[in-house]
């Protein structure tokens, strides 16, 4: 029964951060439309007085509803890997204690290998088959889960990562060897630095779909070997 209603709790919860993300990806592309002021630009013109091109109200009230849609999305998060974690921890003690399985060859007695780890070591990456039979093969049989650690923020027309498929509003949940920690955005960088020409692998997260991709760092007539900008959540 715990566990019944654990699973319900992680799956409202699942939906409520993507309905934030929705949210979220609105106000971006509302604030970074050509000439808009961004999510950090300035709100001032080269003489110091309010920008006239802009609605100063309006703009400073979507920044301030991202912050807090930010807030409750990394709480939300913390509560989804914290459910999930739970949930893999009991399955493990409940297929560890299962009694001997009896061999149907000579009769012999075998331990039975816990079903949470065959799953855990064979199980697909996100992105291979449905984001419904992903989730709910993460809530039955306890694979790894990623969670987003990054958001893209800014994305230029034209750019690499923009012609490799990236959009703004993506979640990152892998970028090459990089899936969360310390110093995100200096070894985001150090990735894309050291692999000049190489298509890195990225798992993302879309309107609440896991997405793989891969995007290939290169020169072009922009800044960057990119052409986008990652936020970290």
């Given at each position: 029964m715990v566990g019944t209603n654990l699973k319900a709790e992680t799956t409202a919860l699942m939906e409520k951060r993507s309905l934030l993300e929705e949210q979220m990806s609105a106000i971006i592309s509302r604030l970074c439309v050509p000439g808009g002021p961004g999510l950090s630009g300035n709100l001032l013109d080269?003489?110091?007085?309010?920008?006239?091109?802009?609605?100063?109200?309006?703009?400073?009230?979507?920044?301030?509803?991202?912050?807090?849609?930010?807030?409750?999305?990394?709480?939300?998060?913390?509560?989804?890997?914290?459910?999930?974690?739970?949930?893999?921890?009991?399955?493990?003690?409940?297929?560890?204690?299962?009694?001997?399985?009896?061999?149907?060859?000579?009769?012999?007695?075998?331990?039975q290998v816990p079903n949470a780890i065959v799953m855990a070591e064979s199980s697909p990456l996100h992105g291979q088959g449905t984001s419904q039979e992903n989730f709910y093969t993460a809530m039955d049989e306890d694979p790894v889960v990623g969670v987003p650690f990054a958001i893209v923020d800014e994305i230029a027309d034209g750019s690499p990562a923009s012609d490799d498929g990236l959009q703004l509003g993506d979640q990152i949940v892998k970028f090459s060897n990089v899936e969360g920690g310390e110093q995100l955005l200096a070894r985001l960088a150090s990735e894309a630095q050291s692999n000049q020409g190489c298509a890195l692998p990225l798992v993302i997260v879309r309107q609440g779909m896991f997405i793989n991709l891969a995007v290939t760092p290169r020169p072009w007539h922009g800044r960057g070997l990119l052409g986008c900008h990652f936020r970290i959540l």
């Amino acid at each position: 029964m715990v566990g019944t209603n654990l699973k319900a709790e992680t799956t409202a919860l699942m939906e409520k951060r993507s309905l934030l993300e929705e949210q979220m990806s609105a106000i971006i592309s509302r604030l970074c439309v050509p000439g808009g002021p961004g999510l950090s630009g300035n709100l001032l013109d080269s003489e110091g007085f309010p920008r006239a091109d802009i609605d100063i109200a309006a703009v400073r009230l979507e920044r301030n509803n991202l912050a807090v849609l930010r807030n409750d999305h990394k709480d939300i998060t913390a509560k989804i890997d914290q459910n999930l974690q739970l949930l893999h921890s009991t399955r493990l003690a409940q297929d560890i204690s299962l009694p001997p399985k009896v061999s149907a060859i000579g009769g012999e007695s075998s331990t039975q290998v816990p079903n949470a780890i065959v799953m855990a070591e064979s199980s697909p990456l996100h992105g291979q088959g449905t984001s419904q039979e992903n989730f709910y093969t993460a809530m039955d049989e306890d694979p790894v889960v990623g969670v987003p650690f990054a958001i893209v923020d800014e994305i230029a027309d034209g750019s690499p990562a923009s012609d490799d498929g990236l959009q703004l509003g993506d979640q990152i949940v892998k970028f090459s060897n990089v899936e969360g920690g310390e110093q995100l955005l200096a070894r985001l960088a150090s990735e894309a630095q050291s692999n000049q020409g190489c298509a890195l692998p990225l798992v993302i997260v879309r309107q609440g779909m896991f997405i793989n991709l891969a995007v290939t760092p290169r020169p072009w007539h922009g800044r960057g070997l990119l052409g986008c900008h990652f936020r970290i959540l």
